[in-house]
């Protein structure tokens, strides 16, 4: 089966500047992880969905990051504007469900540059 | 609150020998525990995982891991390490008795390097 989809893998912006990641997770996964991974740091989960309704967006810094998956599959995630602390690699990741017990799949990431 | 500690920033071994990248946790209730592998510029990739059962995992590519309650360890350890092993590895942990916000969390150590060397 096909893997977790990101793109860009790459993105170089200035502060104040808006950026927005994509991600289409494996078919049939009902749910979606966003995570951001700062160099030197373990993934830290930004915001969960389960279909299309957020379960946990209690990390998601909310003045400036956002998240939709508006038909339960891809998903998008914003930052505006953004800040230099935001340089980071963002994950996406998606399971069959939300039970605990369900291993995660994550696609490649997208590394961030904020200049 | 729930944590994982991966001690050791990085390890070395030589091709061959074994190998034992270190995991300790604290949740309040029963763990379910994980251990995933980055290779560059590469997402997280699913090694293996304890739910219940037996406390020596099996899992990809060689790899195994000892599930030790009363230490609150998960160690991860491979008989003879390959030079192909040498990646990122990361221990994590979730709670399934603590909701937060509805759903529980899958919290991750900070990492360790694992460098294999011929």
């Known amino acids: 089966e096909a893997g977790v989809a990101q793109s860009p893998r790459y993105k170089i912006i200035e502060k104040r500047q808006s950026v927005a990641f994509w991600c289409n997770p494996i078919?049939?996964?009902?749910?979606l992880y966003w995570y951001q991974q700062i160099l030197g740091q373990g993934p830290k989960l930004l915001i969960q969905f389960q279909n299309n309704g957020v379960v946990d967006d209690s990390q998601l810094p909310k003045d400036r990051f956002s998240a939709e998956r508006l038909k339960g599959v891809d998903s998008t995630l914003k930052i505006q504007p953004a800040k230099l602390e935001d340089s980071a690699v963002y994950l996406c990741a998606s399971s069959r469900a939300v039970l605990a017990g369900n291993e995660q799949f994550f696609g490649p990431g997208t590394r961030l540059t904020v200049l | 609150a729930q944590s994982v500690a991966q001690p050791e920033d990085q390890v070395n071994v030589a091709e061959g020998n074994p190998l034992t990248v270190k995991c300790t946790y604290s949740?309040?209730?029963?763990?379910?525990l994980f251990w995933y592998v980055q290779y560059p510029n590469r997402g997280l990739q699913f090694l293996l995982k304890y739910i219940t059962g037996d406390n020596l995992v099996k899992g990809s590519y060689g790899f195994e891991a000892e599930f030790n309650k009363s230490q609150t360890s998960f160690h991860l350890k491979k008989p003879s390490a390959l030079v192909s092993d040498s990646a990122l590895y990361f221990c994590a942990v979730r709670d399934p008795a603590r909701i937060s916000g509805g759903y529980n969390k899958l919290i991750f150590g900070a990492g360790t390097r694992l460098a294999v060397h011929p």
């Open positions: 078919s049939g996964h009902a749910t």
């Open positions: 949740v309040s209730g029963n763990p379910y």
